[in-house]
């Protein structure tokens, strides 16, 4: 049986930026405690970097803004980023993200995925 994990400060979003290349994109840190319900990431998007349109069929995500700004498309039009937005973005839906001139860092947290597993193919 795995132990329950312990609660406590996992990550300083100082410590992160400063310890990471101004130009790295990608994610800068990762929940991966043992035993989790939930998957979060702390993602930069470099000054005019974006993530495609792209729909999550299973998992509502919630959307943090934590510094710089940019944009979220969605079938319901744009929204502008910047520091403290909170975006939801429910499963099904389209979704894109561009980063502004000072680039774009963001929380993004959802319900932890299940483990791949095999399936039978659907009837033909």
């Known amino acids: 049986m ?4 312990a609660p406590g400060v996992l990550s300083r979003l100082d410590d992160l930026l400063r310890q990471t290349p101004d130009d790295r994109g990608g994610a800068l840190w990762r929940l991966q405690e043992e035993g989790r319900q939930l998957d979060a990431n702390v993602v930069r998007l470099p000054a005019g970097a974006e993530v495609p349109a792209h729909v ?7 959307l943090q803004v934590l510094g710089g700004s940019g944009r979220l498309d969605t079938d319901g039009g744009r929204q502008e980023l910047s520091a403290g937005c909170t975006a939801w973005l ?3 839906a389209r979704r894109a993200l561009a980063a502004g001139g000072d680039g774009l860092v963001y929380l993004t947290v959802h319900r932890r995925r299940p483990g791949l597993a095999v399936r ?3 009837p033909g």
Do not use: F, K, M, S
């Open 120 to 122: 039978p193919a659907p």
């Open 90 to 92: 429910p499963h099904g």
């Open 2 to 5: 795995t132990p329950d994990p």
């Open 56 to 62: 999550e069929p299973d998992l509502d995500v919630l």
